[in-house]
């Protein structure tokens, strides 16, 4: 789960990159364990990651996607912190 709780308040979006090291399953997995995505909303993400080469995964203030970004690095995926 999230370190912090979610606002869903902020100006900063956190986007996850298209890679072909992870499936389907790992970044739906990932996204429900560590952006508290349901399963239908972290599989939408995967799908539009997949289709679109990247998503905005999270939208809140900068410390929180900078510690959501930092928990899901560890799993290899390719991620930024974009100012809105």
Sequence with gaps: MPKKKLTHKGKYQLIVYN????????VIELLIGYAGHNPLQA????????NNGKYAVLEDKYDICYDIMHDLAESG?????LKK
Excluded: S, Y
């Design 19 to 26: 890679d072909d090291l992870h499936t389907f399953d790992e």
């Design 77 to 81: 995926l390719r991620m930024e912190i």
């Design 43 to 50: 599989q939408q993400c995967a799908m539009i990651i997949h």
